[in-house]
């Protein structure tokens, strides 16, 4: 063939271009791709979710109603519900093919992926992700169960909500030694990192979790009122100053490390109105701080009067309330509180009654309620509620009692037969404000003394716990530790907490383990190497400690040998033999000397010859002007008069 007519075909070839893309394999790069009608398919899809999702409400509202008819309902409405998700699941995928095949006809020839198992069907692609169910279970959804499960952790949570006793911190405790006599007075700061307590024993110790060890050592003991017994201890707002009341009649302040900030000064005995005096008269019976104000604090005393105080004004108290019992005459109070925000003023006394002033009324009480107690019985404690609607009152009388501030008439619940021999055992509300709990005193060998728990709702005993072998006197539930400090009335103060429930506090301490001993120290001479000094100044090298110590031994200076006896007359202000004594000296020298100087001139002329041969003092300086002493002769004649009788010698 000739070239020219090749060159012809190849253009012809290249002219058309189906058979030129055929030729080199490419002929289905130019295929137009398949579009979609993306707008349609999201309507369809929405369709059938809202269909889904009404059918689903439908089915649910007949399951809640074929519940209560039976279980045969039941399993019908299953097997309905089932047919007709199956059904509505079937209408969706066929809409969907159906928008799928008018949007490309050959859709179905390309789709990615590998091909569908011949197996899959319609029923498997109904089916829910998850394990295979069993072959007895017959429930309606595979996630039941799970729902089930934190339907029931829930109620489980409800529950312990509802039940209050599981919230008590009592799982664990710790036992702190304060000594051998009453805890009085137990005080926690607000943030809850220093406990101190007050005894019988006129002591006060500090005690700092963060800082103690298994030990359980406190940091500092004082006595800060003297001899006075220890009736109350509390941290201000703040927690930087500490008020004691004490068993006299002068209330103190003391700073975080138990230095004297401010005494109260104390009042004028012989003046009738107490109200005239600038201070107590008597032994105080209890104190507290005020909930807002920092610097205010209130006393209570024997004298009959409740007293405000301001911390800058130690001179004389702020205000006095004094109560009064039915007939007008004083009436000693044994405890006082403020109210949760310091409005009001609480004081339980002698006769049995409460009454309650406003803080800024101190003449007239707003609320008083006689007889709230036995009279002639003790009232111990006064507590507010943590909502400030409640009073709670420990009494004398072996019975603690809640009171509505509301209806102050008579009592909302009485619990009898809680055994009280203290003027200061204490009642206080959980954090919750949902337990009220009160300790209960006991004889020697006669039990062991209890916390007691109450329900605040119902008044039934929810809870107790046995403390120790003696009376719990003391008790404070700390709502931001979550843990209950108890004072004892045989010196002990315990901390009850859970691991779990409570923060800080004793979970500090009881981690940390007992520091060691220090042991007694030998000093020796240290030892300094110097491998590059000079042969003259190196020191030998030293080989064993044994060895040193044995050459220091010998050593008199280092091994500090006794001195040995004075031999002769003594030297250096030290005295010689004869036991070596200032009185041995004494009994040598001056006891022991059989010189008679009963004759005066005999004991002069005695160191006569002795001053006349070597002059010392005095003859020096007169040696040119002095005389020649010339002492008188005895004569026979004096003798004579020396030797005559008593009767006979002239009288002078």
């Known amino acids: 063939m000739d070239p020219n007519e090749v060159d012809e075909a190849s253009s012809s070839k290249m002219s058309g271009g189906g058979d030129f893309a055929s030729v080199m394999g490419f002929s289905g790069f130019g295929k137009k791709a398949r579009t979609f009608d993306l707008d349609a398919i999201f ?75 011949p197996q899959h069907t319609v029923e498997e692609e109904e089916e829910l992700v998850g394990p295979p169910l069993p072959p007895g279970y017959t429930g309606s959804t595979a996630y039941s169960d799970d729902d089930d499960d934190e339907e029931q952790a829930q109620d489980d949570d409800d529950d312990d909500d509802d039940n209050p006793v599981k919230k008590i911190p009592d799982t664990h405790e710790i036992t702190l030694q304060h000594g051998t006599k009453t805890v009085s007075a137990l ?62 009649a002068q209330a103190k302040v003391l700073d975080r490390d138990g230095f004297s900030v401010m005494e109260c000064v104390k009042g004028d005995q012989y003046i009738v109105d107490m109200a005239n005096t600038k201070g107590h008269t008597a032994m105080l019976n209890c104190g507290c701080w005020h909930p807002k104000i920092k610097e205010e604090f209130m006393t209570c005393s024997n004298d009959g009067t409740v007293r405000t105080w301001d911390l800058n004004s130690e001179k004389k108290h702020k205000s006095v309330f004094k109560p009064r019992s039915l007939q007008g005459k004083k009436v000693i109070p044994t405890c006082c509180t403020y109210s949760r925000d310091g409005k009001l003023i609480a004081a339980g006394c002698q ?76 009642c206080c509300f959980s954090p919750d404000d949902k337990l009220l709990v009160t300790g209960t005193s006991v004889k020697k060998d006669e039990g062991s003394g209890k916390l007691v728990f109450f329900d605040r709702a119902t008044f039934q005993r929810a809870h107790e716990i046995e403390v120790t072998d003696a009376s719990v006197v ?31 506090g004793a979970k500090l301490c009881v981690v940390k383990s007992k520091r060691k001993e220090k042991q007694a120290e030998m000093l020796t001479q240290d030892y300094i190497i ?46 010689a033999a004869h036991g070596g004594t200032l009185s041995s000296f004494i009994v040598k020298n001056i006891a022991l000397d059989k010189t ?10 005695r160191h006569a010859q002795e001053a006349s041969e070597n002059p010392y003092w005095v003859a020096p300086a007169y040696t040119q002007t002095q005389p020649v002493p010339v002492f008188a002769e005895e004569s026979e004649e004096d003798e004579e008069a020396d030797n005559e009788p008593e009767w006979k010698k002239r009288k002078i």
């Open 187 to 248: 005080g926690l700061d607000p943030s809850g990192a220093r406990l101190v307590t007050g005894g019988s024993d006129y002591d006060v110790r500090f005690w700092d979790f963060a800082g103690m060890d298994q030990a359980l050592q406190s940091f500092r003991s004082l006595q800060p009122c003297e001899c006075h017994q220890i009736h109350s201890l509390q941290y201000s707002a703040t927690g930087d100053v500490i008020l004691v009341v004490s068993g006299n």
């Open 530 to 575: 110097t491998p590059h000094a000079l042969p003259m100044f190196r020191e030998a090298r030293q080989r064993s400690t044994r060895k040193q110590l044995e050459k220091d031994r010998l050593d008199p200076k280092k091994s500090h040998k006794p001195e040995p006896p004075v031999s002769g007359p003594g030297r250096g202000g030290r005295v």
């Open 351 to 426: 006769d049995g009654t409460i009454q309650i002033w406003d803080r800024n009324l101190s003449v007239h009480t707003k609320f008083h309620c006689r007889q709230a107690h036995t009279p002639g019985s003790d009232t111990s404690c006064l507590s507010f509620s943590y909502d400030g609607m409640t009073l709670a009152t420990r009494g004398g009388d072996d019975t603690l009692k809640t009171w509505d501030i509301r209806n102050f008439r008579k009592p909302v619940n009485v619990a009898a037969g809680l055994t009280n021999y203290f003027a200061m055992t204490d």
């Open 43 to 117: 309507e369809q899809t929405r369709r059938t979710a809202i269909e889904r999702s009404q059918h689903i409400i439908e089915e649910r509202e007949k399951e809640s109603q074929m519940e209560e008819e039976g279980e045969s309902s039941k399993a019908v409405k299953l097997s309905v519900h089932s047919q007709r998700d199956k059904a509505a699941a079937a209408t969706s995928r066929k809409q969907e093919s159906e928008c799928s095949s008018d949007s490309s006809s050959d859709s179905e020839s390309e789709l990615i992926g590998p091909p569908v198992p």
């Open 474 to 504: 003391r008790c404070l539930w700390h709502p931001k530790l979550n843990q209950i400090m108890v004072g004892t009335g045989n010196g002990l103060a315990k901390v009850y907490y859970d691991p779990v429930k409570s923060h800080r």
């Open 596 to 605: 008679d100087d009963s004759n005066a001139r005999e004991a002069i002329l």
